[in-house]
T-cell receptor, first 114, second 111 residues
Framework: EAGVTQFPSHSVIEKGQTVTLRCDPI?????LYWYRRVMGKEIKFLLH????????ESGMPNNRFLAERTGGTYSTLKVQPAELEDSGVYFC????????????FGPGTRLTVT | RKEVEQDPGPFNVPEGATVAFNCTYS??????FFWYRQDCRKEPKLLMS?????NEDGRFTAQLNRASQYISLLIRDSKLSDSATYLC????????????WGLGTSLAVNP
């Protein structure tokens, strides 16, 4: 079974630019989550999709962040315009509907905003 | 105050040692509890869930004390491959899919 994949693995952009991160969950997982770890801080929840619907987006920092999951398969997280404080590692995770406690994480996208 | 507190370490132990990590959580409504493991520059992976009755998986034992809002992880007979960061994670009754993370405790097992 293929794991959660994320693209790109690294991204370096300038302040004010736009970046789009992509996550492909494990096939058949209805639940998809985005998390972020800023250097020196704990991992923070951003949002949770169930299929194509946003179940909880309470962790989204501000309206510069837009997440989508069209068709309930892969998801994108767009940051526009990027700010210095957006730098960090963005993790995507997915889980089954029936065993949602175990979330399987992707390798993360390391975003650096300069 | 952080919602999940852990001693960041690092803990340096020799192979074969027993090491214990502690974690406290501030929200008494926390419902589910986990230990995740994260290797350097890798993604977190679920190590084990933590139950009130305590649970064991091989060399790893996890305990939960709801009254004290305290979670522990015990690793016996440490292996070099146990070197990693151990993350304490909780969820709330209101949203049991939103993981709330501690900063992690770094463990280095030395030969």
């Amino acid at each position: 079974e293929a794991g959660v994949t994320q693209f790109p693995s690294h991204s370096v952009i300038e302040k004010g630019q736009t970046v789009t991160l992509r996550c492909d969950p494990i096939s058949g997982h209805d639940n998809l989550y985005w998390y972020r770890r800023v250097m020196g801080k704990e991992i923070k929840f951003l949002l949770h999709f169930v299929k194509e619907s946003k179940q909880d987006e309470s962790g989204m920092p501000n309206n510069r962040f837009l997440a989508e999951r069209t068709g309930g398969t892969y998801s994108t997280l767009k940051v526009q315009p990027a700010e210095l404080e957006d730098s960090g590692v963005y993790f995507c995770a997915s889980s089954h509907s029936y065993d949602f406690y175990e979330q399987y994480f992707g390798p993360g996208t390391r975003l650096t905003v300069t | 105050r952080k919602e999940v507190e852990q001693d960041p370490g690092p803990f340096n132990v020799p192979e074969g040692a027993t090491v214990a990590f502690n974690c406290t959580y501030s929200n008494s409504a926390s419902q589910s509890f986990f230990w995740y493991r994260q290797d350097c520059r890798k993604e977190p992976k679920l190590l084990m869930s933590v139950y009130s009755s305590g649970n064991e998986d091989g060399r790893f034992t996890a305990q939960l004390n709801r009254a004290s809002q305290y979670i522990s992880l015990l690793i016996r007979d440490s292996k070099l491959s146990d070197s990693a960061t151990y993350l304490c994670v909780v969820t709330h009754a209101g949203n049991n899919r939103k993981l709330i993370w501690g900063l992690g405790t770094s463990l280095a097992v030395n030969p």
